[in-house]
């Protein structure tokens, strides 16, 4: 982040026109903006800063003032091919706004590249405020982890076919043992058949004079192997019922144990939740509104002070005037437009100051009503994602029920069906019996063991065939293995760019403010102060009903002795131009880690009169590279400080 990044410079338009009516103190004027440095140059209250306003209102911001005089304005802005337009109305003491502006959401830009003096990010590093909550209040970190949660589950899901698939590789050479085994006994029943069949053959029996009972004995035995057969199959199917609801049955368990770990909430406590957020919520839009008013009511005092019209000498007040008025007898005065009463210009600066801490205090609380807030939608979204759990595994539990009974009931029809089969084979081996004769009890005997052989080669057929099918089934289950591991390392690598995303953009932040405030330090060469930076550290902190890594930004600051000695320092003791400067180092590293210069193509600086003109010059030279439009309000003097070929508006 040491090198310019020149942003977006081949795409942003050579020339930008503003048209500016009644915003802030301008009644009407129009000027020209050309792409790289403009100077607004002029003394005190020569309408700079209400420029710089217009230009906001444009861009989007609604941190823009009203002329005092005016219940209408508008800013329209010309950039390349395209208008945009915004227009401010006075209605019920506020300001409201409409048009089409350059963003449709100015947070990045308000924080970030519009350095006006109310400026968060630059009063940030002199108020001491959490710099890493402001860095990072433009990132939506839930929707990170929600992201997060998203490619965890997916990523279990993947490990559990992995470890399926580990589990099936394990069984495989058992399974092609098995099948091996089962290949060598078919082998050998075969040839234990064709040697039976043959012995039958070879048997010396008058067929004539045995035809009738051979017919019949021959038909029993074969109703017999077919009986046999159909039995076994019985058995089989019986085992797999049996195996099925002992599975269904673990699974019932299971579910009903998460059934009742789950809760579907109480109707009162959700009640009771929505209506805390609904008052919350009303809170924070009541402080919302109040934050806005306070901006409205700084904006228009400080510009209040820039009107040199406003201002009178005291010195030619009545003996018999106030006692406040006798007592400021040299002091300069601003005139209120509204009631027309002469008020101290350290009296209304001193209220700006209350009113700046108190929009901070504003905020500041509105930042916990938000945490409260997300707090209980979070709770709310728990409930429900719990009930949604809880119907999902209710129904699951009522359908494990429901295929219990119907394999139960099957199981019972089946077991009924071994029962008819094993009678009737029983029945048969009896009529066989009775077919026996002296005669003829060597051809049964072969008859019978014939048979048995055909019934156990079919058998064990069977089970080979079943075998190999479940092999295959496997074999291509494992086939597709590496598309699942490519699909995890995706996943985790998705998972490590999410869980880093936040940590990164804040060690980019931390990384652009050292370096940047490192090479200002050394150009603008501040006296015995050697260096400024930030020191990123993290800790533990609860938040909600759980604990939390959150980081810290803590400013550091090392100075030295005339003899050399190094000393730790605290931004109290920065003179008021070092603290400035490391306001816009603070606002520039947020300007670059958030890539403002792709949403917007502006930056503008206001209020430098704490730093002297040649570091002006040197900070708007640094600022330049990184800026496509850098339009930067100064005095006079300062202004001749700076490079002539950049543009320059004195006129406004």
Same mark, same amino acid.
């Given at each position: ?159 559990? /076919? ?7 590789? /394990? ?110 919520? @009303? ?70 100051? /209350? ?46 029920? @429901? ?42 005997? /072969? ?147 958030? @890539? ?54 004195? @006129?406004?």
């Amino acid at each position: 982040m040491g090198t310019s990044l020149d942003p977006g410079k081949e795409a942003v338009p050579e020339e930008a026109i503003l048209s500016v009516s009644n915003i802030g103190g301008i009644d009407d004027t129009e000027v020209s903006f050309r792409r790289g440095v403009t100077i607004l140059s002029g003394r005190n209250a020569t309408n700079r800063t209400s420029l710089l306003q217009a230009i906001m209102a444009a861009l989007g911001s609604d941190q823009v003032s009203l002329k005092a005089d005016a219940d209408e304005g508008r800013a329209t802005l010309e950039f390349g091919d395209e208008i945009y337009r915004r227009t401010l109305q006075r209605q019920n003491g506020t300001i409201t706004t409409d048009g089409e502006p350059y963003l449709e959401n100015p947070e990045l830009a308000d924080l970030f590249a519009f350095l006006l003096e109310s400026n968060e990010a630059r009063r940030a590093v002199e108020r001491g405020d959490d710099l890493q909550e402001l860095i990072m209040r433009p990132v939506d970190t839930d929707a990170i982890q929600a992201e997060i949660d998203r490619c965890e589950r997916r990523k279990d899901e993947l490990d559990e /076919q992995l470890a399926e698939l580990d589990q099936l590789e /394990q069984r495989l050479p058992d399974l092609e043992a098995k099948r091996t085994r089962l290949t060598d006994e078919i082998d050998g029943l075969r040839d234990d058949l064709q040697t039976a069949q043959a012995q039958l053959e070879e048997t010396n029996v008058d067929v004539e004079e045995r035809r009738e009972e051979k017919s019949e004995l021959e038909t029993k035995l074969s109703e017999l192997r077919d009986t046999r057969s159909e039995l076994e199959r019985v058995r089989d199917r019986i085992d797999t019922e049996r195996e099925s609801i002992d599975a269904l049955e673990t699974e019932q368990t299971e579910v009903q144990e998460r059934l009742d770990s789950l809760s579907t909430g109480d109707e009162s406590e959700i009640s009771r939740l929505r209506a805390e957020i609904e008052t919350l919520q @009303d809170e924070k839009d009541d402080l919302s509104e109040e934050i806005s008013q306070l901006q409205s009511t700084i904006q228009f005092n400080e510009q209040l002070l820039e009107d040199p019209n406003s201002f009178q000498p005291n010195a030619s007040r009545p003996d018999d005037g106030p006692v406040t008025d006798q007592l400021l007898p040299d002091a300069e005065t601003v005139t209120c437009w509204t009631c027309g009463s002469s008020v101290a210009r350290d009296q209304i600066e001193t209220t700006i100051d /209350q009113l700046r801490t108190a929009r901070q205090d504003r905020l500041e609380e509105r930042s916990e009503i938000s945490a409260e807030l997300d707090d209980r939608r979070q709770t709310v979204s728990d409930i429900k994602e719990n009930r949604t759990e809880y119907d999902e595994t209710r129904r699951r539990l009522e359908s494990i029920d @429901d295929e219990i009974n119907r394999r139960s009931d099957r199981l019972e029809e089946l077991t009924a069906e071994r029962e008819d089969l094993t009678n009737a084979i029983d029945e048969l081996e009896r009529e066989i019996d009775e077919l026996e004769t002296d005669d003829y009890g060597d051809i049964l005997d /072969q008859h019978k063991e014939v048979n048995q052989l055909e019934f156990e080669l079919e058998r064990k057929e069977r089970e080979r065939d079943e075998l190999e099918a479940e092999i295959a089934t496997i074999e291509e289950r494992l086939d597709g293995r590496e598309d699942l591991n490519v699909r995890r390392e995706d996943i985790t690598e998705e998972l490590t760019n999410l869980r880093t995303r936040i940590g990164q953009i804040e060690t980019n932040a931390v990384e652009a403010f050292n370096e940047h405030m490192e090479n200002l330090l050394e150009t603008l060469g501040y006296a015995n102060l050697d260096r400024i930076w930030i020191d990123r550290t993290s800790r533990e902190v609860r938040e909600g009903r759980r604990t939390v890594t959150k980081s810290s930004f803590d400013l550091k600051i090392v100075r030295s002795t005339d003899d050399g000695v190094a000393y730790e320092d605290s931004i109290d003791h920065l003179s008021e131009s070092e603290r400035e400067v490391t306001g816009f180092v603070f606002a520039l590293a947020g300007y670059l880690v958030h @890539d403002v210069y792709e949403t917007v193509p502006f930056m503008l600086l206001d209020s430098l009169e704490a730093i002297d003109s040649e570091r002006i010059a040197d900070l708007v030279d640094y600022f330049e590279s990184y800026v496509p439009y850098l339009v930067v309000a100064l005095l006079d003097e300062d202004a001749q400080a700076i490079e002539e070929d950049h543009g320059m508006i004195a @006129d406004i």
